[in-house]
C-alpha cells in the first residue's frame, strides 16, 4: 500500500516533531535516517506515513540541487510529499535555502505546491503572511524574536513570508489570507491562486489548520513545505473524511536511572536547561570547541571519560560546547562540531550500554544522531510538544533500541532534562 503521507525533514530535531503529530492522529509512521531501498521499508509494513530526516537546514543549494531530488523520488508513491522546514521558517539563499528545496519539489511534483507554516501547537502563527513565534509567554513578530532574530547562521530579519522567499527562489507565491479562512473561503480563496508555482496559507489556530488540510485534500496537492502545522493539517482532514481511524498513541515513558545530554545548542532556553541541570544533578564536561573542529581524538576522548565517570558516580551527565547566543558573526561550524558529538555520544553509549540520550540543539541533532549507525527511529512516548522520545532500530546490538529525545534549541522548559530522565 502506498504511503497516505511522506516528508523530508531539514533537520533531526523537526523531524521527530512530525513523528509526534503522525503518533498522536493514530497514524503509524516511520522515520529514516538515510533514503530507504525497498528492503529497508519493508521492515515497517504497517506504516502509513514515511520520512527521511536529513540536514539540509546545514547545506548548500548545490547540496540540496545533488541531493533532494533522488529523497523526493523515493517517497514519490506517496499521496503527498512534504519538505519539512523548522516552525521558524529560518533559512537563507547560501544555507538551508528553503527556496531552493521549494524549486526542487515544484519540478518534481508539480505546481501548485502548498506553504504551511503556522503551527500554533509549538506557538507559531502566521498572519496575512507574516510568522510570529512564541518566546516563553510572549508571542514576537519573527524578525524581532530574541533568539531567531539573532541565530548565529539563519538570522531572521523578515516576517514577510513571501518576501523572505523571495530573496531564495523566483517562483510565484500565492497568497490565502486569514480573514478567507476564518469565514470558509479558504477553497475559493486559494483556487483563485493556484496558478502560481506555490501558495502561502495563513493559520493561527487548529479550525485554521483544518481548513487548509481539506484544501491540500481536495485540490490534491502532492507537495508541500513547511512546518509540522502541515502534518496536524492533514491528519485532521483524514479524521474528518474517516481515511484515519487509528486511536492515538498514549503511553508514558518510563524512570531511568542514567541519561546523558549532549548540546551544541547556541539558545538562551537551552543555556537555562544547563544551569538548572546542577541542581538536578547532573555533572557538566565543558567541550574545547576549537580542538574538535580541528579533529582533535584526544578531545574527543575527554569528554566520554568524563560523561562516563559522571554517569558512573551520578548517573547524570552532561557534555556542552557553548551555555548561550553566540555572536551573530560567529563562524557557521554545526556541522563539524555535531560529528564530533555524536562520535563521543556513540562511545559513551556502547562502553556505558545506555538506554537513553538527549541531543540539545538541531545542528547538534541532525549530525550527530547521524554518527550512531541508526537506520531508522520510530514514535516511543511524548515528553514535551515538539520534542518527544523516539527508538532507534539498528543493526548494531548496543544502538538498537535506544531511546533519543532530539531537542530544538528553542524546547522544553527549566527543567527539561530531568524531564526527559524521568519518561515526561
Same mark, same amino acid.
Given at each position: 500500500m502506498s504511503p497516505l503521507y511522506a516528508f523530508i525533514g531539514?533537520? &533531526?530535531? /523537526?523531524?521527530?516533531d512530525v513523528l509526534e503529530q503522525l503518533a498522536e492522529g493514530g497514524v503509524p509512521a516511520v522515520l529514516f535516517l538515510r533514503t530507504p531501498d525497498a528492503a529497508l521499508r519493508a521492515r515497517f509494513p504497517d506504516a502509513?506515513?514515511? /520520512?527521511?530526516a536529513s540536514d539540509a537546514r546545514s547545506r548548500s543549494p548545490e547540496w540540496m540541487d545533488a541531493e533532494l531530488p533522488a529523497m523526493f523520488a523515493a517517497l514519490g508513491d506517496a499521496a503527498l510529499v512534504h519538505y519539512k522546514?523548522?516552525?521558524? &521558517?529560518? #533559512?537563507?539563499p547560501q544555507v538551508g535555502s528553503i527556496g531552493r528545496a521549494l524549486d526542487i519539489g515544484v519540478r518534481t511534483f508539480g505546481r501548485p505546491a502548498a506553504i504551511v507554516v503556522a503551527a500554533p501547537h509549538l506557538g507559531r502563527y502566521v498572519a496575512f503572511a507574516n510568522l510570529f513565534a512564541a518566546a516563553g509567554a510572549q508571542v514576537h513578530r519573527i524578525d524581532r524574536h530574541p533568539t531567531m #532574530?539573532?541565530?548565529?547562521?539563519?538570522?531572521m530579519h523578515e516576517a514577510d513570508l513571501i518576501r523572505h522567499l523571495a530573496a531564495q527562489t523566483d517562483a510565484t507565491i500565492g497568497h490565502v489570507p486569514l480573514d478567507r479562512i476564518q469565514s470558509g473561503e479558504a477553497e475559493a480563496a486559494f483556487d483563485a491562486v493556484r496558478g502560481n508555482d506555490a501558495v502561502l496559507f495563513d493559520g493561527t489556530t487548529f479550525a485554521d489548520l483544518a481548513a487548509t488540510g481539506a484544501v491540500l485534500r481536495s485540490r490534491c496537492i502532492r507537495f508541500a513545505a513547511g512546518s509540522s502545522g502541515v502534518t496536524r493539517a492533514l491528519v485532521l482532514a483524514w479524521q474528518a473524511a /474517516?481515511?484515519?481511524n487509528g486511536k492515538p498513541a498514549v503511553t508514558r515513558a518510563a524512570e531511568v536511572d542514567r541519561l546523558l545530554v549532549v548540546s551544541g545548542s547556541c539558545s538562551p532556553v537551552t543555556a537555562r536547561q544547563i544551569a538548572r541541570s546542577a541542581a538536578d544533578g547532573f555533572t557538566a564536561a565543558r567541550a574545547d570547541v576549537p580542538a574538535l573542529l580541528e579533529g582533535s581524538s584526544a578531545e574527543e576522548a575527554r569528554l566520554a571519560d568524563a560523561a562516563l565517570?559522571?554517569?558512573a558516580q551520578g548517573n547524570r551527565a552532561l557534555i556542552a560546547s557553548a551555555e548561550g547566543p553566540l555572536d551573530s558573526n560567529a563562524p557557521a561550524a554545526g556541522g563539524k562540531l555535531g560529528q564530533a558529538l555524536g562520535r563521543v555520544t556513540r562511545e559513551v553509549v556502547r562502553r556505558a550500554g545506555l538506554r537513553r540520550v538527549l541531543f540539545?540543539? /538541531?545542528?547538534t541533532s541532525s549530525h550527530g544522531v547521524a554518527q550512531l549507525g541508526i537506520d531508522a527511529l520510530t514514535w516511543a512516548a511524548p515528553v514535551e510538544r515538539g520534542a518527544p522520545l523516539v527508538r532507534a532500530h539498528s543493526a548494531d546490538p548496543a544502538i538498537d533500541g535506544l531511546e533519543l529525545v532530539l531537542k530544538g534549541g528553542q524546547?522544553?522548559?527549566e527543567d527539561f532534562f530531568e524531564t526527559v530522565r524521568k519518561g515526561g
Open positions: 531539514d533537520d &533531526f530535531t /523537526g523531524s521527530t502509513r506515513a514515511i /520520512g527521511i522546514t523548522c516552525s521558524t &521558517f529560518d #533559512s537563507a #532574530s539573532r541565530h548565529p547562521v539563519t538570522p /474517516g481515511i484515519v565517570a559522571a554517569l540539545a540543539g /538541531g545542528d524546547m522544553g522548559g
